[in-house]
């Protein structure tokens, strides 16, 4: 093969994966905004004020229960899930040698973190709903922080990894035990980063349906009692869907739109957060 030829095949090549990359990223990107504008022109027509105010069978109808259900229980399973995955974290970055628990924990987080939340909602059920005999909010934010414990755990530890070791030294040479170092320099130099895992830990489990299904039920009432039936956003959407009445049915389209800006919302957080940390450091 001769260097022309060679050279016209490298460029051939590297012009049709280009195409490809091309087409492929359009055809990403306009599913969706396909996705997004259907879900925008298929709810707007419910959206208002009345939404966050109105219960379902109000006229207009809301979904004022669910809304405040969903973010009690985000707000319970971040109380229980946040300092187990951040003390995880902080264990797996900052006491791994000579501890025979590191390698096996970090392992069960992976695996965790990968288990589908379907899966996650029927043990929740099995341990947590059926002793009981019904479903209950203490139930739902368990399984909630069941899912955010590995994303937080192993988020921290990378983020502690990423901290000089040479700070770690320079305190510990100051005469600061290994616990005052964590606390007062270890985690405050990474403080961005693990901020931004927990938003994306809470990002995810504000669209979690399933663990909420078989745990808290499709109770449509407000319980400020966490051991009885609680209310949420998502097992509501998928309730609504099946409802015979048109309005409810289009009350389920303007909650899906209104739960996708909002994690679009915490992603741009997230990457603000992301950017500022990065700025500072």
């Given at each position: 093969m001769t260097p022309e030829l060679h050279n016209t095949i490298s460029r051939s090549a590297s012009r049709t994966m280009y195409l490809l990359c091309i087409i492929l990223t359009a055809t990403i990107v306009s599913i969706l905004i396909l996705v997004t504008a259907y879900l925008v022109y298929s709810g707007v027509g419910q959206l208002g004020i009345h939404l966050?105010?109105?219960?379902?069978?109000?006229?207009?109808?809301?979904?004022?229960?669910?809304?405040?259900?969903?973010?009690?229980l985000i707000a319970m399973a971040s109380a229980l899930g946040i300092p187990i995955g951040l003390l995880s974290g902080v264990y797996l970055a900052e006491y791994d040698r000579g501890s025979r628990l590191v390698a096996p924990l970090r392992f069960v987080c992976d695996v965790l973190a990968g288990v589908p939340s379907v899966v996650v909602g029927v043990l929740g059920y099995v341990l947590l709903v059926k002793p009981i005999g019904h479903n209950n909010g203490w139930a739902g934010a368990m399984a909630l922080a069941f899912i955010m414990i590995p994303i937080v755990a192993r988020t921290t530890e990378e983020m502690l990894r990423l901290v000089p070791y040479s700070y770690r030294e320079a305190s510990i040479a100051l005469g600061a035990t290994k616990a005052i170092t964590i606390l007062t320099v270890v985690l405050p130099s990474a403080t961005g980063?693990?901020?931004?895992?927990?938003?994306?830990?809470?990002?995810?489990?504000?669209?979690?349906?399933?663990?909420?299904?078989?745990?808290?039920?499709?109770?449509?009432?407000?319980?400020?009692?966490?051991?009885?039936?609680?209310?949420?956003?998502?097992?509501?959407?998928?309730d609504f869907r099946t409802d015979p009445s048109p309005d409810i049915r289009s009350l389920a389209f303007t909650g899906m739109m209104v739960l996708v800006f909002l994690i679009f919302a915490l992603n741009l957080a997230i990457r603000f957060v992301t950017r500022k940390h990065r700025a500072m450091g």
């Open positions: 966050f105010t109105h219960l379902p069978g109000d006229n207009p109808p809301g979904m004022k229960n669910s809304i405040v259900g969903t973010v009690i980063s693990v901020a931004t895992g927990i938003m994306l830990a809470v990002a995810r489990v504000a669209g979690e349906t399933a663990p909420l299904i078989f745990t808290a039920g499709l109770s449509s009432y407000m319980q400020f009692n966490p051991s009885q039936p609680f209310p949420s956003m998502t097992a509501q959407i998928y």
